[in-house]
């Protein structure tokens, strides 16, 4: 696990156990992974560092994940989003807004082969080392 | 014409021909004193007349005596002459005295005392001296002839004018009677006239009035008949039930309505007691209610307030609201009652079918909030259980187990509260408000943390209140959810409980029950005053399509059925402003009276969630 190809992966929710399971997944996974607890911080650590992925909360106090999303569009279009929700349907607007959605409490494959599907392979992303 | 008026016409009717008459009376007395001047003076004139007779015999006597003395010349044939001297002056001086008090002819008089004087002196005294004598007496001549002409001419003259007088004061008097008499006639038949006509005119007046108080009493009763038809028609085809009942409580009047909800005809139901023709029960413990209006002190309580109640007919139960008004008579006193009925079982049976709805309503927003809440869990827990499946290091392994244990707890702390919030109570029972609340708020802490608002709580131990959880549950959600949804992040809720003492009653404040304060206050911009009065309408939503205009309403018929009280007061000023919900519920027995007492006291006390009080903060 010490390869400099790691993909940075950022992750935003409020809920705080479930964040702190979820980095342990994804860097059990491989990634290396940026957590923030709400919209703001999320935004700064997207703009602070070179994320690769985004795995957003929908449903969170003040800024919700579609206005995260759009933020995130307007400052690195090319940066895929993983929307997560809580609840089984998502608001329209949003639909297009994101690179996919995943209902929580699915299984933890299913988030895991997503991401992988969203991001470029390490040797077409970054080229031979 | 007024009494004042009428009175006065009587009392003229009465005082003028009096007046008239005694003005008549008058002129009568006058014409008669002036008749009996008349007959006075008529008596003087008999009177003159005798005198002037008396004396022309007198001088004729005299003469007589004088001339048979002068032949015989004996003693005793001049005692004529002698004893006529004095009267005959005393006769003159009477005679003159008449005439003069008629205004006569004094004059006349006045000579014809003269020439007797002349004859008595020139004639008489001398024959009788030469008589004494034994002279030859002097021989009549023709001046003494002409004297005594002289004096006949005067007594005929005096005679004549007193007769003339006469005649004229005879004539004078009979003129003076026809005129009395056509005066007194003739003002006889005009102020008979006068009083008659007067006497019409009045009368008349007096006639055509009571003829227009006959008309304006015609009038009335006609008009009192229309509208009283007009009353009977309004009352049979009123779509209400109407009943009128006597003091007693037994019933006078059913309209078409009033027969058709009791299924008694009017002749059925004529002065049969109201409670016969409309039995009544309480609408939850079905026991017959005490007769209302029976009395004339219920009547009067109970005047204009509007109650429900069951009406057990053969065929059927009809749910009714009725409510009754005291008939006063004209001096004030109660004679009887009318009551309303209204058929409200449709009413009650939207009003259920709109509870149910609201109910799902409040259920389909809850189990989405539901699931939000459990599928966080869930999803830490699946996450840990595939990290645990790749094996890792032991230590790893008891972190993962004791978060997915910490998860699974939430997940059975949600779905408990869940459980209190579907467990539907048929009777009411002793309830804990704080740990209501407590439970409710576990339930909308994903929308409160979600609306970026903090509920702060101050929840007072032993606030006891009678009642159905599940309702009461009901409106907690329903006041805490429009709160958060009309909070802007970062402000907060606060929710308040706190017990209130019993209040006897005093002249400033009726009496209320002890009981339980409930208070929510929000930082929200606040309700408009004209929004305000309609909050507890139904249907009335300022939330668009996401809301359904039931919950405030429907809060307010549960807090009502706990006998509490529920009410709003809001702030818009744009430095101040949020809005406050207080609601009151009694400590006590007043939703309770149907239940045994036994079950009242429920053992069921101690909710689930009371196990686990959650604060949201």
Known sequence: ?129 | MNLNQLNRILSQALFLPVIALLLLSGVLIWQIFSAWTTVNRIQTVDQNIATIDLISAMIANEQTGVSNFQTSASAAFLQPYETAIEPLKENMQKLRDGVASQNGDVHTVDLLMMAHHVWVSTVAIPAIDAAREHRTPPLLDSDDEATMDTIRRLESGILRSQQVERVSLADHWQQQLLKTLAVVVGLTVITGLLIGIFTYSRLHKVSSAFEDTMEALRRNAHSTYESEQRLRATLTSIGESVVVCDVDGSIELLNAAAQQLSGWTQTEAFHQELRDVFPLQDEITHLPLVAPFATASHIQQTAGASSSAVLARKDAEVFVDYSGAPIFDHSGELTGSVIVFRDVTEQRRTQAALLTSEKLAVAGRLAASIAHEIHNPLDSVVNLLYLLKKDPSPADRAEFIDLAQGELARVTQISRAMLGMHRESRTPVVLDISSILRSVMVLLERSMTEAGVTVRTRLATNAVATGYPAELRQVFTNILTNAAQASAPGTHIDVSVRTRPARRARSDAPARPAGVCIAFTDQGHGIPPKVLSDLFQPFFTTKGERGTGLGLWISKGIVEKHGGTISVESKTDPDDHGTTFNIFLPRGESGVESVPAAETKSPRKSEPERSEPTTVA
């Not at chain 1, 809580?86 to 690179?99: F, K, N, Q």
Request: proline share 9%; aromatic share 4%; charged share 20%.
């Open chain 1, 1 to 129: 696990m010490t390869t400099p190809e790691k993909h940075l992966v950022l992750c935003i929710d409020d809920e705080r156990i479930g964040l702190r399971v979820r980095k342990l997944l994804l860097e059990g996974a491989g990634y290396e992974v940026l957590t923030a607890p709400d919209g703001p911080s999320g935004l700064a650590s997207f703009d602070a560092h070179p994320v690769e992925a985004v795995l957003l909360d929908f449903s969170m106090p003040g800024m919700d994940g579609g206005e995260v999303a759009a933020q995130m569009r307007s400052r690195k279009p090319e940066v895929p989003i993983l929307l997560l929700s809580a609840y089984v349907g998502l608001p329209a607007e949003i639909d297009g807004l994101v690179d996919g959605y995943l209902t929580k409490a699915d299984d933890a494959g299913t988030l895991l082969a997503r991401l992988q599907n969203l991001l470029p392979t390490p040797s077409a992303a970054r080229g031979p080392s």
